[in-house]
Structures are given as structure tokens and as C-alpha cells.
């Protein structure tokens, strides 16, 4: 971090900023410049924000040198990491496929489903048990049911299961069925949440809020790393813009800039990405020419009755036609798509 | 509701559009068009979104017409809530003060704060006692130890506290001690949290998400006043966009916004909307003649020594001469700026 | 501007940033820090921009330590710039009051709104000849016709009139019937209109863009100031936004951000920044509230037929009834309305 | 366009609206909801704009059933425009690259980028002669002299030239020289320029907006058509948004979005879509598996040496690189990249 100081600063104000640094077990260095004088501060400056600097009298500016992530990052750990599960490998040179509803609606719906997803080639099951929904008059999940109903569903189809926890309170309940914790994101800066999944053992999907800029996301993963749990995987999942005809902006340059930054592994959702299960197709084979390590796809054998988000989920045959073209792309650039199940 | 059909919509589209309706316990009102037939929905349309009739064959558009808000909104309850406590109103004629630290950082500086804002004529005293950081690495807050300090400023000053909330399970403990309950922005979609609160019997201080719309808002709101707890207050904290001089922008135009579509009474957060200390007394006056009910105002004794968001903090002797000035601006809109203490 | 230093920077590395620094006939002064060097640059910056700089191997970072507007800047010149015409002062003690329809529809209407605003108290007329529209099938505006209303208008009730100019060719036509050539919100980066106006003799009002930057704006600003034209002033006028119960999100915290950065007198446009007429007088009295030296308000006699706009415009009753209550709120920040015609 | 009245309006509500709607020549179908009269619009819409009707007393809610452009939309055309010019098709099954610098800055930098990117194979080279700069200190282009350079490489090369008009007072000079017009992201909803470049004969590439919706982009494409000229491509180039990492954010879901609303051919412009040359290769190759017709790249020979957008510019070695890279993407999805020069 570098303090820039005000051509007007005083000696005392250059004091007090050095004070400051020198405070929190920092040390400083001093350069004179023609116009500004400059302080250096030295050490792991994740134990002062440039904010605390930024008030204090005689500071022009304050510029970070260093990411505020360290744990994430590229610079703490080189390799790519890779999230192995049952067979699966998330993260490596395969692209992982997590497919199901919105919601675990009913029993015969989600087993239909999954058989569907797991003949098309997907590795993952989702589905959501506890559901965050905007409208307190809208169905808000089965909750302990729906959890069951996936576990039943992965025994039969043997694929792995990503289901959303909501609150810290359930992170137990979760965790004794979920392969993976999904945070969903409205939950990113949800820190009491963030701190529970960190303390558990299951890997966590943690996706972009809507409004989070990369950094935010990149210091929530920060939280659950810090907390002891390795196993992060990042989803982009559209973020809110002016623009209407979309649901979300799926950003997909944060997928080589994430991957640029962290060791993390990414995926994309390309479903509430767009909001419009026309636009899923070409958005997920841009997401793996992007490089996606992974996505996150919606499918209901019956859009038109789906509880919630029928307008972004695919069909089955939807999801079908989707995989096919999927395994083209990924070997275009020197990948491929992960085999069903994982059990090749 | 009204559901557009396409031009070519055949019958049976038609029909299952008809069946979906009545499914849910509601009735439809047919009209045939020259291009387009075009379907009413008759009854209570929180039981049905818009997008489970999209998704549908034959749809070409669906409109809603109603609000999906119906506890929070003016058409059930035309009046202003009042929310009265120990002798202070929000939502009442005069403006409400609320001025204190980010965080609560020790007691000799919240108590100095207390009575520097009493004394200049604040009716509440806030303070974060859990805090969210963007980062795991900066000052989470003392906890219940902070609410302490807070009871006792409260003991000593005769201001109303409001504090932050932060997960379902502090709910309880916080109640024990503040008067006002703060929901964060980043907590706005935090449903276990706004389940919980609604349970409670304290009033509550909903912050508008940084990136959500107006709608969401009032939508989370109804979420608390669906709970049971009717005694919810608005704050409008600045929404995130692309400028890049202020830390958000300041939407005052949600002000008269929200008070035309709700009776909730809407307070406005200057110190987090702007970021800018320099900038929170005209933003201050901006709001009061907006209309704005309460101010919630960002004060520290020393802000360069604040553990956070000293930027944006008024010293005392500011927090002073904002006070000095804004009893005119209310009095030229026939308002005023409630009594010190609310004990007049 | 202030240069640093990769860690691993090699010697070469130093001396091409020097190099390209000197190269614009600028000085550097170096500082090697603990990890860093930093490079200063000393002299005219500029001849340089920030991205020149960062592109160079070895560099980390480039932080701009000034403004990139000059004479648009307060350091440039401390007063604020009055602009009188007319015995009008904008940018003085009293808030102007700008208003009129959106698009000069025909003779009758624009007189009768003339005589309504002049006898409610405003100032200056609005009204454009030229206008810009989404849809090549709306209205296009009267041309040269509407120009000459707009004339006729002035003569009979003493208003100044600000009208729009669209294109660098018609910047002479305008100028022979405008007192005031306004820059819309579309060209505010349309830098050869800009250029051109910069060559006129008649005041300028530079709309913000829906997607600019105060900074950018300014930068706007600096055109028209270097090209010898000294009499801007800068009208906020609401950015884009997620938000959709408005037209666009109305920034009033850019009025003191922009008169703490500048000189420049700062307008405000209620009408286009909240898009709905019902909104109009709490946004006017914030503005005034906020510090704004100027309001631009759409005003129709009958809204309802209007060919643009209509519904952001107030009836002729409703904007008497927004002057009288605007008087009390700038007095309340020790101010005052400006006197109608500014003949008093 | 459907009308929805109020429950309370009355009467002669009703007749206003109706009256409105036949005063522009169009038909009127009502339909007596339980709650809600409704008036369906019936004819040409696009001489009635929503606002023209939601402003008339007692309407509840105006819902546009169209979208507003027509030339531009699929349903005037089915097939997709296919631009071909000296052998080049962009809109055809191969994807067309578009390479070479922001600026033209000297004849021999341009005449080596001509080169490089030749033999790696584009088939037209871009470089702006008039150049919209934020500040009026930075280089403004070569103007006519980098036309002529811009020609001068054409001849050797074979190459297309794509190049900015920025005034239309120019565009008859540039179209003496270009192949294609380039309108440029900050002239979007610049009519004046639109309209000009609507009667050229050149080919016209319309950049979107950096906030522009895309229902905007396609109504300033209609502009250009409804003046008589087919031959428009549309290109994303990154909104703006929140995000600071990336200067802009890559809205690829734009691009099978406008491909099923429009028949124009679409282009992605990378390096302003991100800002960052090492986020090029990825968002190329994902541009491509989105369905791109074309792609804009920067490529400098010395990104370090650029007057403008350095650190978005490919090198030559890097620009070589990603388009080895780029045609095994593209057979993926069944198309492939166009031969060098088109001449194959």
C-alpha cells in the first residue's frame, strides 16, 4: 500500500499517518518526491484497509499495491485447484455438468429428471430443498423432504447432489445429505453463512452475488478458505445491469479473469445468467470456449409447470441436444466434457 | 394479471393456459381480440407469477397489473405508519435523528459519541455491535459485549438504540438489547433473517440492498409484515452503479417513490450513500426535502481512528452544524426535526 | 502520476518508463522502495494519460495523483462561475428556474406555456426545435420553425430560451435564436458538437450523459472551456440504472460533488431524472436543498396530448404550485428563487 | 400496444384513449375485463408510443406487444443479412476478423500491422483516423492523413478497411476512403450521424452503446436502415457496469440474443470489452462459440509504444496466436473462420 501526501501536509499529519502504520505492526518507507511525499507501507497489509489511511489529515491519496484476497489467490497457491468427488474432478481438464430444477418440487418430478440429465452425460444433480425466493407468498421448498428426495435420487442414478443452504442453522442438516453446499447469491456477503460452510467438510459452491464486483466474490471465498475449507468452487451466474431483455448479464470474462487471479475452479449458470432457456445453449458453449471448469445447467421435464424459473429451464430433450454440441467445444480447445456419472 | 396470446396460439395452448389458472384457485376472463386473445386473471394474483405463465405454450406476453407487495403497499393501508417509541416518532411529522459510530469500537468513545449526539440533538443512538466485513481479516465487532455498551449509552443518554442483526440466531439476543433492529443491505434477501424478524416484537430498520430495485425492497418488507411484525421502517443507503467519486449512489428519488406506493415510513443513510463525509450535510437537506422521515447518520469523535468507515463519518462538531441546519430545511416543507431525546 | 514497479522489474524495464515519461517532456523523480520502485511523474500530466504508462513492461501500477480536468477544476479557478444574461444570474445567490415542453409542438401551445412559466416565476424557457429521438418513426422536432417560436416566445414574455442542438452544422442556426445552446444527454461524448459550441458565444448547458462518469463529464466540460467558450454550466439530468419504477436514477449527490471539483454552476432536471411528473416537486425541492444553482423542469399545458414526454410534465398549475413551495426551501440554505424574467 | 384502464375510470377516460388512438389513424378493439377495460391498439404501432397513452388520465398500464423496430427485426426479414464485399461475406457461415490498431498513428506502424495481421489471417483491418477522446489533451487522430494510410495498406494488402466517422459532416470524406463505417459506442444515439450514414452506400458497423439497451442498438440500426442503407452489422463492444477489474463488461449474450431478434449480422469487439489484451484470446474463442458473425481485435506491433488503448492490443505474435486457436472453435459449432483476405 502507498500513501500519497497532500502538497500542503504538515509534519505532524506525516507523523500521525506513520503512527497509524506503525500502530497495527506495519513498518514504513519514506520518499520525498518533487511535489508529494510518499509512504510505503511494508508487511502483510491485509491488517490495514486503505480506507484507514484515506482519512487521515494531509493524505492525498491511498493506492493498494497487493489483491486484499490472499488465500484465493494465484500468488498463495500456482496450481489450479481440484475438487475430486466420487470419481469426479472439478477443476481438472474435464468440463464438469451439474443439471436438475430450480426446485425439488415432488418425488416422481425429480427422479424423472434425474435419470434424464444422467443419460445425457451430467455428473451432478441440483436442486433446491430450501429455496430464497422474493415473494414470501411464493413456494418456499420442501426443506428436509426435498433433501431426502435428492439423496434417494442420487443412489438410483449415482449421480453427485448440489443443493442451496440458506441459513447457518442448516448447514448441519444440509451437509448430511449435499455432495455440495450451494451459497446462492443473495447469500455471497451472508458472513454468519459464509463462516458456517468454512467449518464444514463438504466442498461449497459459492455463487457471484448480483451485485458483487470479482473482488467481493474473491474475499467471500476468502471467508470459507479462511475458515479451513478448501474445496471452493466460484459460479458466475449473471450480473444486474440496465439491460432488460435479459434476466442477468452473464459476465463471462470473469471466467479467465477469476481464473488469472485464483486457483479456484469456475463454473457458470448459464440458466440464471440469462433468465431464457433459448439463450442457454449458446451461453454454455461460450462459457466452456471461456474456459469453465464447470456449469450449472436448469432442466425440468416440464418447464411450463415448474414451481419456479420455468422460463430459463431446458427440457430434457433440451438438455440432450445442449450435451451433444457441448463435447465439440470443450475439444476445441484441448478439454472435453466429464463422462456421465463420473464412473468412466 | 393479463396474458397476451400469440397470434398463433392454437386452442389447447389456450386451454392449458385456462387450467393453469384455475389450478390455483383463480378465475379467468376471456377476450378475443383481432390479433390477439387475451386472458384476464380474476382474483388474488400473489398466488401466481408472471413467469409461470410465460413459460407456458402460446404465451406471448404476460402483464402484471397489480403490485406483488400487498401488506407493505398504500392500497391496504392508506395512512403513514407511525411507530412510536419512548416518547419518539418515526413516521410522524417531525424527522427523526439517528447518529452514532460504524461500529461500536470500545465504550469510553461510544459514550463520548452519545452524549455528543444527544447534545446536539439526535433521538437515536447507532452503533454495530456484529459487523460485516468484506474481508475476514478487518474488525468483525465486539458482539454482545458491544450491545452492552450500547444499553449503557442508552441508560445514561435516554437515546433509542438501533443496532445490526446479522444472523436468524442473534435475533434474540439483540432483541434483548436494542430498540430498533437493523437489517443490513447486504442481508435485504436474507429470508431466514427477515423470517426471523418478523417474528420479533422490536421494530425493524430495513436497508435497501445495494443493487435492489425499489420492488425487492418493499417485497422484503412484506416478507417482515407478513411475519406479524408490523412495525417496519425503510432506509435508503445508496444503490451501487458505475460512478466511481461517490461509494454509491444516493437514490432520493426512492424517497417520495416509496412513500407514494407504501405506508412505511422511509429514512435515508447519507454517510453510506455518498461515502463522503464532506458530502452528508447537503445530501442530509437533499433528504429531509425529499420527505425523508429519519436520517441515519454516520458520527465518530476522531473518524481517522474509526475501525471503519471513517471517511464517511462526521466529526461531532459536524454532526453539530448538519443539526443547526436542518431544522430550517424541514420547517420549509412544514416539518420539523424531532426534539433532542424525543423527552420534549 | 505516480508509477510502480513490479517486484521483479528488471533494469531495462526502469529505463523505458523513464524513457516514455521524458519523451512527452516530462521529469521523473524514482524511489526505490522496501519491494517497489515508484516512478514520479513531475511536470504537465496531461500529455499523459494513466493507460500509456501501465501498458510499459515491469509496471504494477499507475495512479493518477491529479484531476485530468484543468480548467473545469476549482484549483484552476476558486469562484464559481457566475454566468449573467440578461440581468439573469446563473450560478449567483438565486436558484434559476428553467422550464417549458419538451419539444416545440406549435405556435399556440408554446406561447400559452410561455405565459404560464413566466407568470409562475421561472426565468428561462425550454423547449426543443431539434430533438432526438429513440425511433426514427416519432416526432423529430419543428426544425428551424420551432426555433423561431421559441423567438417569438422570448419577445413576448422577456424569458432567456435554452434550446438543444443536435449536430456540429446547425450549431450557427441555433445560436442566432438560442440564449442558451443545450447539449443533450445522448452527445455529451459527441466531441465535435463539443468542439463546436466551444467556438460559440453562447452560454452552454452540458447534459450529464445516462452512462458518463462525473469525471467524464467534466472532461466534457474541459472541451468546451478549451475551446475558448467559458460559460458552461452542467445539468444533472439522472444516470441509468437497474431501477425500473423510474426512468433513470436522478444523482443529486453529483450537485455538491461537482461544485466541491469545479466551478462550473450545476442545473438540475427533475423531469428527465425521475421520468414521472408526480415525482417532479420532492426531487425539485431536494435538488434546491442539495445546492443546485438552477432547475430545468418540463412543463405542458396539457401533458396528456404532449408529443414527447408527457408523462414527466408538470401542468401549469402543478409547476405554481412547485414555485411556491420551492422559495421557502432555498431560503431555508439562505438562498432564494430568482425573481420571474429576472427583470426585478 | 394493449390499453389497461383503471377500475375507476370513467367514461370519458375511456373516449380520450380511444380518441387518442384513432386521432393517428389506428383501430381500437375493447374488451370488458371484471376489473379492468382494455383497449387493444390495432394497426401500425409505431406511430404511438406507450408514454403517449400511459399519460392519459385514467390509464393504469400501456403494454407494448411489439417491439418497436421493424426493418431491423426477423420477422421483416427471416433470413440473415449476409454483407459481401470484395469477396469478404460477414453473416455467412464463416466468421469474419477484423484487426488492427485504435489509432492510426504513422504510416510504417500501420503498414507492419496491415501485414501481420494479413498473414495471420483478417480480411479487414481497422484503425481510426478521427479518434473520440475523452480529453481534449490526448491525440484526436491523423484525420485524412490516416485515410490515406488506412488506404495505402488496403492496396498492398488486400485488405478491407473498417474506420470512425465521428461528424456527418464527414462522412462523405471517410466513405471516399472506408469500406466500412464504423459509428463508433458514444455516437450510438447520435441521429444526426445515424441519419447520415443511413444514405451512404458504405456499409456501416454500429457499435452498441456502452449503456445502451438492446432494444435501443437495434432502434439506432433501424435509423440507419429506414434511411435506405441494408447493408448494417451490429457489434457488442461491453456495457458498463459496476465491475472494475474488466473496463467494460462483455455482454455475449447478446449475441444469439440480437440473432433472434434481428437478421443483421453481428460482431464482437474483446479488447474494448474487457480492456485487458490477456482477456482477449479467452472472449474471442467464446465470441465464436456464442454464435459472433465477426470479431474486432486490437492489434498494435509495440501495445507499449500505442498512442491509444495499449494495454487492450494483441501483438502481432499474439494476434497470430489466437487466431491458430480460433477456427477449431468455430468448426465446433459447424462454421470456421474466413480465409486471409477473403480471397481464398
Redesign the interface.
Known amino acids: 500500500m ?1 500513501v ?1 501526501m497532500r502538497k500542503d501536509a504538515e509534519k505532524n499529519d506525516l507523523e ?1 499517518v506513520i503512527e ?1 502504520i506503525e500502530g497495527v505492526g506495519l ?1 514504513v ?1 519514506l ?1 520525498e ?4 511525499t ?1 509512504v ?1 507501507v ?1 508487511g502483510d497489509v ?2 490495514i ?1 486503505p ?2 489511511l ?4 494531509g493524505v ?2 491511498v ?1 493498494r ?1 497487493m489483491h ?1 484476497f490472499k488465500l484465493a489467490s494465484r500468488e498463495f497457491q500456482g496450481e489450479t485447484t481440484e475438487i475430486v468427488l466420487n470419481g469426479c474432478s472439478i477443476g481438472g481438464s474435464a468440463v464438469t455438468v451439474m443439471a436438475g430444477p430450480c426446485a425439488v418440487e415432488d418425488r416422481e418430478t425429480l427422479l424423472e429428471t434425474a435419470r434424464g440429465v444422467r443419460a445425457a452425460g451430467a455428473q451432478v444433480l441440483r436442486g433446491g430443498a430450501f429455496k ?7 413456494f418456499q421448498g420442501l426443506g428436509e423432504e426435498g433433501l431426502q428426495i435428492m439423496a434417494e435420487a442420487r443412489e438410483e442414478t449415482g449421480l453427485l447432489i448440489v443443493t442451496e443452504v ?5 448447514v448441519e442438516l444440509v451437509s448430511g445429505y449435499a455432495d455440495i453446499l450451494q451459497i446462492g447469491a ?2 455471497m ?5 459464509l463462516h458456517e460452510v468454512g467449518a464444514s467438510d463438504r466442498p461449497v459452491l459459492l455463487k457471484r452475488g ?2 458483487s ?4 466474490w474473491l ?1 467471500a471465498a ?2 470459507v478458505l ?2 479451513g475449507n478448501h474445496r471452493v468452487m466460484l459460479c458466475e451466474r449473471g ?8 434476466r442477468n ?5 470473469a ?3 477469476v481464473k ?2 485464483s486457483h479456484l475452479p469456475v463454473v457458470v449458470d448459464p440458466s440464471h ?2 433468465g ?1 432457456s ?2 442457454v445453449p ?2 454454455s ?7 469453465a471448469d464447470g456449469l450449472l445447467v436448469e432442466v425440468h421435464p416440464r ?9 430459463q ?1 431446458l427440457t430434457i430433450p433440451g438438455f440432450e441436444a445442449l450435451m451433444e ?1 457441448l463435447d ?2 470443450a ?3 484441448d478439454r472435453s466434457v466429464a463422462v456421465a456419472g463420473c464412473t468412466g
Chains 1, 2, 3, 4 share one sequence.
Do not use: C
Not at 213 to 216: A, D, R
Open positions: 502507498i500519497v500521525g497509524r513498518d518507507h520518499s518526491g518533487v511535489e508529494h510518499i510505503g511494508v491485509r491488517h484497509r480506507e484507514d484515506q482519512v487521515l489529515p492525498l491519496r493506492v499495491i486484499p430464497p425466493r422474493t415473494s414470501p407468498y411464493s440458506l441459513s447457518p442453522g442448516d443473495r447469500n456477503q451472508n458472513y454468519s453463512l448480483m451485485m464486483s470479482v473482488e467481493e474475499m476468502e471467508y479462511s475458515g450480473i444486474r445491469t440496465f439491460e432488460g431483455y435479459t448479464t452473464l459476465d463471462l470474462s471466467v479467465p479473469l488469472s487471479l445468467g440469462t431464457r433459448d439463450l449458446a451461453m458453449r461460450a462459457a466452456v470456449a471461456a474456459g418447464p411450463e409447470k415448474a414451481l419456479s424459473d420455468g422460463p429451464s454440441g465439440p467445444v475439444r476445441s480447445i
